[in-house]
């Protein structure tokens, strides 16, 4: 059985930063896309950052919206992602969830490409 569980979330003041972990098990994180997707009240489900390493070097993906703020990174030997969180904004507020596709990052890194979900886990910036 596949599991994702997310931990890090909470409150920060804007141009605070924090780190989001996610432990998989069930599921190997090494051969695997794994990544992160945020919502906020009112909005889609959005794709903010993902990684692949099954082809033996990292290949990430990013929303623009948080481009040289935000890095995903993982171990592999832990099974465990990590988005690490930097100059937050108000306008990242929202509920984080891990996320898991078999094989490698699909092109367009969208909700409807996901197998596995973690719970989520919110994340509030103020002002």
């Known amino acids: 059985q596949v599991q994702l569980v997310e931990s890090g979330g909470g409150s920060v003041q804007a141009g605070g930063s924090l780190r989001l972990s996610c432990a998989a098990s069930?599921?190997?994180?090494?051969?695997?896309?794994m990544g992160w997707f945020r919502q906020a009240p009112g909005k889609e489900r959005e794709g903010v950052a993902a990684i692949y390493t099954g082809g033996g070097g990292d290949s990430t993906y990013y929303a623009d919206s948080v481009k040289g703020r935000f890095t995903i990174s993982q171990d592999n030997a832990k099974n465990t992602v990590y988005l690490q969180m930097s100059s937050l904004k108000p306008e990242d507020t929202a509920i984080y969830y891990c996320a898991a596709d078999q094989g490698s990052c699909p092109r367009r890194y969208i909700s409807s490409y996901i197998d596995y979900w973690g719970q989520g886990t919110q994340v509030t910036v103020s002002s």
């Open positions: 069930g599921y190997s994180t090494s051969r695997n896309c």
